[in-house]
């Protein structure tokens, strides 16, 4: 096992994976020195891992956040800096010193401070999907000029690049096609003609994963398996039709590659972020990560069935959006966001988000310029999300 200090920055710390990141770092002391933390605003939570991991410094979203931890932080004498904004937090990805990043920020907000990471060099531990459905080629081409190490940490990918050998040069002439497992969330089984009454307490109910509220969501609709086939196309250099999806209930199995002499390799393990997390980590090493190990002999069984198209529709849109336009994929993220957010707020029904999601992606499809930069990604991202609220009134108005 190394010795060697890594120098870590955690990137949306107060969330389910970068609270399950500091859990896997304090099982190892002497192994990891925190150097950063940000958060949007959960300023009782972040305080919480100030006491504990006394980082350097820390990044929030408001002024008015980081004044209250500020005071917080001196009344316990605690001497962590605190910033704030978006330009702050890609200096803390950045930072000279720092090996790893764990990118845990949900959403498009991320991929900023997740290229600043990669043009940086950095051990990029990547749960932020949205860099890559939003960023694509552009981010890995930040990867490459930077030379940083991108680790998959959803446990789906993580499942893939633990299945895969170390010399990427061999992976096409290897594999035939991979297979991400998806549980099928709370309504699976549920008949798609009642799914229009879902609320969101119901949706954010998922049977395996404890997850944030919008990730849930995602999952209950499929479109995080959607966005994840659209990571798994640019992390893994593959055609959008060598990536197959199969509903597997039990999350036991998270994910497979199937190889051109037919045989099938798989990571398997219980249902728990530490995993796939500790692996990140400690690559190519591994470490203990906090998970119960999975006993077969309490298996009921592991089952398969392929997704029902009409329970969920928006699977199909990552083939679509990556058959599309440069820039669909981004489209339909920001798009997706902006719905589960009416969603959750009470302002758009469970269905309403695929029509959301779909309409986006079909009204961008011929109104797509040159995407060359973040700076157009970033525009893009702003008109997709200003043409999805205009859906989203156009729906509560009917």
Same mark, same amino acid.
């Given at each position: 096992?190394?010795?060697?200090?890594?120098?870590?920055?955690?990137?949306?710390?107060?969330?389910?994976?970068?609270?399950?990141?500091?859990?896997?770092?304090?099982?190892?002391?002497?192994?990891?020195?925190?150097?950063?933390?940000?958060?949007?605003?959960?300023?009782?939570?972040?305080?919480?891992?100030? $006491?504990?991991?006394?980082?350097?410094?820390?990044?929030?979203?408001?002024?008015?956040?980081?004044?209250?931890?500020?005071?917080?932080?001196?009344?316990?004498?605690?001497?962590?800096?605190?910033?704030?904004?978006?330009?702050?937090?890609?200096?803390?990805?950045?930072?000279?010193?720092?090996?790893?990043?764990?990118?845990?920020?949900?959403?498009?907000?991320?991929?900023?401070?997740?290229?600043?990471?990669? $043009?940086?060099?950095?051990?990029?531990?990547?749960?932020?999907?949205?860099?890559?459905?939003?960023?694509?080629?552009?981010?890995?081409?930040?990867?490459?000029?930077?030379?940083?190490?991108?680790?998959?940490?959803?446990?789906?990918?993580?499942?893939?690049?633990?299945?895969?050998?170390?010399?990427?040069?061999?992976?096409?002439?290897?594999?035939?096609?991979?297979?991400?497992?998806?549980?099928?969330?709370?309504?699976?089984?549920?008949?798609?003609?009642?799914?229009?009454?879902?609320?969101?307490?119901?949706?954010?109910?998922?049977?395996?994963?404890?997850?944030?509220?919008?990730?849930?969501?995602?999952?209950?609709?499929?479109?995080?398996?959607?966005?994840?086939?659209?990571?798994?196309?640019?992390?893994?250099?593959?055609?959008?039709?060598?990536? $197959?999806?199969?509903?597997?209930?039990?999350?036991?199995?998270?994910?497979?590659?199937?190889?051109?002499?037919?045989?099938?390799?798989?990571?398997?393990?219980?249902?728990?972020?530490?995993?796939?997390?500790?692996?990140?980590?400690?690559?190519?090493?591994?470490?203990?990560?906090?998970?119960?190990?999975?006993?077969?002999?309490?298996?009921?069984?592991?089952?398969?069935?392929?997704?029902?198209?009409?329970?969920?529709?928006?699977?199909?849109?990552?083939?679509?959006?990556?058959?599309?336009?440069?820039?669909?994929?981004?489209?339909?993220?920001?798009?997706?966001?902006?719905?589960?957010?009416?969603?959750?707020?009470?302002?758009?029904?469970?269905?309403?988000?695929?029509?959301?999601?779909?309409?986006?992606?079909?009204?961008?499809?011929?109104?797509?310029?040159?995407?060359?930069?973040?700076?157009?990604?970033?525009?893009?991202?702003?008109?997709?999300?200003?043409?999805?609220?205009?859906?989203?009134?156009?729906?509560?108005?009917?």
């Amino acid at each position: 096992m190394s010795t060697i200090v890594q120098r870590l920055v955690i990137l949306g710390s107060t969330g389910s994976v970068g609270s399950s990141t500091l859990d896997v770092v304090a099982r190892h002391p002497g192994r990891f020195e925190v150097v950063g933390l940000s958060a949007m605003q959960r300023v009782d939570v972040l305080l919480a891992q100030c $006491r504990q991991f006394k980082p350097r410094l820390v990044v929030l979203g408001s002024e008015a956040a980081a004044r209250q931890l500020r005071a917080s932080l001196v009344a316990e004498g605690l001497r962590t800096e605190v910033h704030v904004g978006a330009k702050a937090l890609c200096d803390l990805a950045a930072m000279p010193g720092v090996d790893s990043v764990m990118a845990a920020i949900v959403g498009a907000a991320g991929l900023p401070a997740c290229m600043a990471a990669a $043009r940086a060099g950095k051990r990029l531990l990547l749960a932020n999907k949205e860099a890559l459905v939003v960023g694509g080629a552009l981010f890995m081409q930040a990867v490459a000029d930077g030379g940083a190490t991108l680790l998959p940490i959803d446990s789906e990918h993580s499942a893939i690049f633990q299945c895969l050998p170390e010399d990427r040069s061999t992976w096409h002439s290897r594999i035939d096609h991979i297979v991400l497992t998806a549980s099928g969330g709370p309504f699976r089984t549920r008949d798609p003609a009642t799914l229009h009454d879902v609320t969101p307490e119901q949706a954010v109910a998922h049977p395996n994963w404890v997850m944030g509220r919008k990730i849930s969501v995602d999952s209950a609709t499929m479109m995080n398996k959607a966005l994840e086939v659209i990571e798994a196309r640019w992390l893994f250099d593959l055609e959008p039709d060598r990536i $197959r999806v199969v509903i597997h209930p039990q999350s036991i199995i998270h994910s497979m590659v199937v190889c051109r002499d037919a045989s099938v390799l798989a990571q398997l393990g219980t249902p728990d972020m530490r995993v796939p997390i500790a692996y990140g980590l400690s690559f190519p090493e591994r470490i203990e990560s906090g998970a119960l190990q999975l006993d077969f002999l309490k298996l009921a069984g592991l089952s398969f069935e392929p997704p029902d198209p009409q329970r969920f529709p928006g699977l199909q849109l990552a083939w679509d959006a990556l058959a599309a336009p440069v820039g669909s994929t981004a489209v339909l993220n920001a798009a997706n966001e902006e719905a589960v957010a009416a969603f959750l707020a009470g302002t758009l029904s469970f269905t309403g988000i695929h029509s959301v999601n779909a309409a986006a992606v079909d009204h961008f499809a011929s109104r797509l310029g040159p995407v060359a930069s973040i700076d157009d990604l970033l525009d893009l991202d702003r008109r997709a999300r200003e043409r999805a609220h205009l859906t989203i009134r156009e729906y509560a108005a009917a």
